[in-house]
């Protein structure tokens, strides 16, 4: 392929990021913003801009479709394939892909609270896989974690009575050790759980018109179109950073809205980057967190969001009719969507005053007290309290029903000034926690961390103070996982496991 064709089928794309695709492809390397870096390292470095610009947003947004299940004996069924195939991301280029129901990421999935679902799951893949619903409160057995594996050719199920608060969670693969690869090969996509507060507020629900999912991720591609992933020792200590930004897949994309109050359900789907999300020149008012709406709707400059992090924005669009506005991410200084105001208003929508009412943070309940500490202690050794995941070991026993502090630490490398180290997260599978404290305050307790979360963002040294309760499901036997949701730190082993039982 010589570079002008190349820089044809990469229209659209600045000279930045179409250059930076052909100078891998051509020379197996990286073009970073500080010019040709060895392969691995442009798209390994925690926290840098390794985005290239775009200038030209070409291509319109998919919205991946909406199901709502089958209604078959008193169980609301949903049958997913998980299948390979392919997708032309840059023009006349097909990228192998993994897909759900298609060739690249799958459905939004629509839960009503109190139903009893079945999710089925058949792996057409050639090698084995799993599906984990991530915020869902389910049974250990229907989690989808690394012991619920789906072999090539078999089915799984995971069937439950949906039992929490109105929500935006995901689904992604939880394979050991080949997280990172299904997910950036394309295994996911949105959970939506409504329920009645949620369905009587006025908000913006109109799916895919005013009430939009956005599944953001960074990758990068070679020359032939496959996504490059090394998986080098720098890769495995900082996650993979690609170039080029996909919104529900696509690249480049805008969205034509109505002038009107518009929803956004952001969701950080990247295996490490973490964004600094803000619609430019309007209002942000956040609505909602990973598990629940705040109580009450809250401006806010931006969102930082690390990879797993959910959030709901409403922006008013009602005074900038015939106008272009962007998502943007403040971290990197890239644009990530082009919002359209070209529509009349079709209804009528408003954030109400009270959107939920939240439990009252009672610390004298508290029955115990635990620690985890977040370390790297050498290349590769990616440790959550010295230990490194073992399936076979079950890390922590919780009571269920009773309240516990988790104090979680991201503990820096060497000593006084020369302290160093990598941002990291923290997840916690099932249950949902609320974040009391940043460094032992609570007024360092961000806005989007004001309502009930499952992952939380810990830069180098710093400390949250999680206020969590395990109801509803016990089994001795059967494992949840924590863990460092940056995705390459997972699979290294930056993980653990509990179990949930009776008092």
Not at 113 to 123: A, I, R
Not at 196 to 224: C, M, T, W
Not at 243 to 269: Q, S
Not at 386 to 392: A, F, G, I
């Amino acid at each position: 392929m010589t570079r002008r064709k190349f820089l044809y089928y990469a229209a659209g794309l600045s000279a930045v990021g179409a250059t930076a695709l052909y100078a891998r492809g051509m020379m197996g390397g990286v073009m970073g913003e500080r010019g040709m870096e060895p392969s691995g390292m442009g798209a390994g470095m925690m926290g840098s801009n390794t985005l290239g610009a775009v200038n030209n947003f070409f291509n319109p947004l998919h919205i991946p479709p909406e199901i709502k299940g089958e209604l078959r004996g008193g169980v609301r069924h949903y049958d997913f394939d998980i299948q390979e195939g392919y997708r032309e991301f840059i023009r006349g280029l097909n990228t192998p892909t993994y897909g759900i129901n298609g060739n690249y990421l799958g459905p939004t999935i629509r839960l009503k609270q109190g139903e009893e679902v079945s999710l089925n799951w058949q792996n057409n893949l050639g090698e084995a896989t799993t599906m984990h619903g991530h915020g869902m409160h389910v049974p250990a057995i229907m989690d989808g974690g690394v012991h619920q594996i789906i072999e090539p050719g078999t089915k799984w199920s995971a069937r439950y009575k949906v039992n929490q608060k109105a929500c935006t969670n995901w689904y992604h693969p939880h394979m050991m050790g080949k997280t990172a690869e299904h997910v950036l090969m394309g295994l996911g996509g949105m959970i939506f759980i409504d329920d009645d507060e949620s369905l009587n507020h006025p908000l913006p629900k109109r799916y895919g018109v005013d009430d939009i999912p956005l599944v953001i991720q960074d990758r990068s591609f070679a020359s032939d179109g496959s996504f490059i992933y090394n998986k080098n020792m720098m890769t495995v200590m900082h996650g993979y950073h690609g170039d080029t930004l996909l919104v529900n897949g696509t690249v480049a994309p805008y969205l034509e809205v109505e002038a009107n109050l518009l929803r956004l359900r952001l969701l950080n789907a990247s295996n490490a980057r973490v964004y600094n999300f803000a619609v430019a020149g309007v209002k942000n008012r956040l609505i909602a967190s990973d598990n629940s709406f705040l109580e009450r709707a809250e401006s806010v400059g931006s969102v930082v969001l690390s990879p797993a992090e959910r959030v709901e924005v409403v922006v008013d669009l009602r005074r900038v009719f015939a106008k272009k506005l962007y998502l943007v991410d403040r971290e990197s200084g890239a644009k990530v969507l082009e919002i359209r105001v070209n529509k009349r208003a079709q209804v009528r929508s408003a954030i109400p005053s009270k959107l939920t009412t939240l439990e009252t943070i009672n610390l004298r309940k508290v029955a115990k007290k635990r620690r985890f500490v977040l370390e790297t202690r050498g290349p590769g050794r990616l440790l959550i309290n010295r230990k490194r995941m073992d399936p076979k070991r079950v890390d922590e026993r919780i009571k269920v029903g009773e309240y516990e502090i988790w104090e979680v630490k991201n503990a820096p490398m060497g000593m006084g000034m020369m302290k160093m180290g990598m941002t990291h997260n923290f997840h916690m599978h099932a249950g949902h926690f609320r974040v009391i404290a940043r460094d032992g305050s609570k007024r360092k307790v961000l806005p989007w961390e004001r309502g009930y979360k499952d992952t939380v963002r810990l830069g180098v040294g710093e400390r949250v103070t999680l206020l969590v309760k395990h109801s509803g499901y016990t089994d001795s036997q059967n494992p949840y996982m924590y863990h460092c949701h940056i995705l390459e730190h997972e699979d290294a082993g930056m993980m653990g496991q509990f179990t949930v039982e009776d008092g």
